[in-house]
């Protein structure tokens, strides 16, 4: 469900966090430490700072960090500036859009993982993967009742 390029936005995005948000890395740097082609993670940097989330700066000193601090920043928001807004409409089989005019033959059970799925997401931040031990208390309302 989400991308590969969607994947390495979170670990990208949890490395500049790392930093603290306000040193700037190069394309290189992120890329080499997560793993990502150059040139991928740059198209990938491209969606994140059209989205507000990520600053760049050319030339000598300059590359890539946070725009904003890494508590104000959900990892729905990293997910959905590189695979779009309707990432989670995607069918969790490959078939196509997967709602309820059109669902697929697992509709029932995953649509309400999505919703969590999409929930977790839009409650976590960048903050939370740096301290992945720190007491959370998870959501106990459902996304139906809120």
């Known amino acids: 469900m989400i991308s590969q390029s969607g994947r390495q936005a979170l670990a990208a995005m949890q490395l500049l966090a790392q930093h603290n948000g306000r040193r700037f890395l190069t ?28 600053d760049t700066l050319r030339g000598p000193g300059g590359g890539v960090r946070l725009a904003k601090a890494a508590q104000q920043i959900t990892l729905l928001e990293v997910v959905e500036a590189v695979d ?46 740096l301290h992945p031990h720190a007491s959370r208390k998870p959501s106990t309302t459902s996304p139906s009742e809120k």
Do not use: K, Y
Request: hydrophobic letters at 40%; glycine letters at 6%; charged letters at 20%.
């Open 27 to 54: 394309v290189r740097q992120v890329s080499q430490r997560i793993g990502a082609s150059p040139h991928t993670l740059a198209r990938i940097v491209l969606r994140l700072t059209a989205a507000g989330l990520t």
């Open 84 to 129: 779009g807004p309707r990432v989670f409409e995607r069918c969790l089989v490959g078939f196509g859009p997967c709602n309820e005019a059109h669902p697929c033959p697992l509709h029932l059970l995953w649509f309400p993982c999505r919703q969590q799925l999409r929930q977790l997401l839009a409650e976590m931040t960048l903050e939370d993967l």
